[in-house]
């Protein structure tokens, strides 16, 4: 597993690497401010890759979270700490390519 996400960051643009769920140690999503933000963070059980950015998009009524994973170099880590908005049409938060639903509101 490991040799095929090297040879994937080598090969390929590193922004299209995208941590899943199910490669997260510790993951935490939290309700901020009356539900008004969801903090989230972890750490990317990849220890040669690192996270580089937070990109969202919104579907309809989910609000789809990607981080971009890249080679481990200096200044960065696999750990992770972002907080997004919750805008009130957003009933839904999703994790990675994989859609894994992290967040619902009641």
Request: with cysteine; proline share 2%.
């Amino acid at each position: 597993m490991a040799i095929l996400i090297l040879s994937c960051c080598c090969g390929c643009d590193e922004d299209k690497m995208v941590l899943e769920l199910k490669d997260v140690q510790n993951f935490q999503a939290v309700e901020k401010r009356d539900a008004s933000e969801l903090q989230i963070s972890g750490l990317a059980f990849h220890s040669a890759l690192a996270v580089k950015k937070m990109t969202e998009e919104r579907q309809g009524q989910d609000l789809i979270v990607e981080l971009h994973l890249v080679r481990a170099r200096k200044g960065l880590s696999g750990s992770f700490n972002y907080t997004v908005g919750l805008p009130a049409r957003v009933n839904r938060v999703l994790f990675g390519k994989d859609r894994k639903e992290i967040w619902k509101r009641p």
